[in-house]
């Protein structure tokens, strides 16, 4: 009951009483616990499914893709998508900016992504990650890169999009940083379709880029102002490029297309 209209019960007229708003600090807490126990009851949601009807990671990117869009609304992150996905399974190749960027992209585009190796033994999103038949790499060695390059293929020539960040980390330059060109020439001689992302955020305080743990970002950026917009640019497939050089530059150029045209914010 908000406000101070008044309330008719049929016989007499009561005035209604203001509630005060809750507090901030009430209020994103209850909204970091949505997302953990939400993200914990999809997770063991879809572990009874597996039990009863066997294990699908198209099944299991589509939970992810419920609990993003719900976490999305929690964080309060407004998201917008312009442009649509290709019919056909694909590599995205996005900026990365926070590690909001998954939920956001979760929720816009339904794929799987590559992760470095040691996500796979975090809490919740360990499991989940392999559930959706995420490719895990490790980045330090040349045998961790080719594995990692090897299950990509295998993943996208079975059917499943990936969401794939080519800077490697996190940024908060206005345009990303070069892309590594090495996954571009695997595209390239495997004959991969390849589709440009760019994610603008309405706030710098979605960028991830300072010495903060999660939690602490969440609560002292993310939840500590106005709710942040957030927009999703899906470009069209690169194609006819003759090498993986040409095709990385032509992607990267692609993905900071956006920001250029329409600002580094949402």
């Known amino acids: 009951m908000t406000g101070s209209r008044p309330i008719h019960y049929g016989f ?6 203001p509630l005060p708003a809750p507090r901030a600090s009430v209020r994103d807490g209850f909204a970091l616990a949505a997302v953990v126990t939400s993200a914990a009851s999809h997770l063991l949601l879809y572990r009874l499914s597996a039990l009863l009807t066997g294990h699908s990671a198209a099944r299991a990117r589509a939970v992810l893709r419920h609990w993003s869009i719900r976490t999305c609304r929690w964080l309060r992150l407004s998201l917008a998508v312009h442009g649509t996905p290709p019919a056909g399974p694909c590599i995205y190749t996005a900026n990365h900016r926070s590690y909001l960027d998954i939920p956001v992209l979760a929720s816009a585009l339904g794929a799987t992504f590559m992760s470095r190796a040691d996500v796979a033994r975090w809490w919740i999103v360990g499991p989940t990650a392999r559930f959706t038949d ?3 790499v490790e980045r330090d060695t040349l045998g961790g890169r080719v594995r990692a390059a090897r299950t990509l293929a295998r993943r996208a020539h079975a059917g499943t999009s990936i969401i794939v960040f080519p800077e490697g980390t996190t940024g908060g330059d206005r345009l990303p ?3 590594r060109p090495g996954a571009f020439r695997l595209f390239h001689r ?5 589709v440009p992302v760019t994610i603008r955020y309405g ?5 991830w880029t300072e010495e903060l743990g999660l939690g602490t970002h969440l609560r002292t950026r993310v939840l500590a102002g106005t709710p942040i917009a957030a927009a999703v640019h899906i ?3 690169e194609q006819a490029h003759s090498n993986g050089d ?9 993905v900071c297309d956006p920001i250029e045209r329409f600002g580094e914010l949402a």
């Open 203 to 207: 706030d710098r305080r979605a960028y």
């Open 12 to 17: 007499a007229v009561a005035e209604a009483i």
């Open 246 to 254: 040409s095709l990385a530059r032509a992607v990267y150029q692609a």
């Open 190 to 194: 495997l004959d991969l379709p390849v």
């Open 235 to 237: 470009g069209g497939v």
């Open 134 to 136: 995420a490719v895990f």
């Open 177 to 179: 940083r070069p892309f």
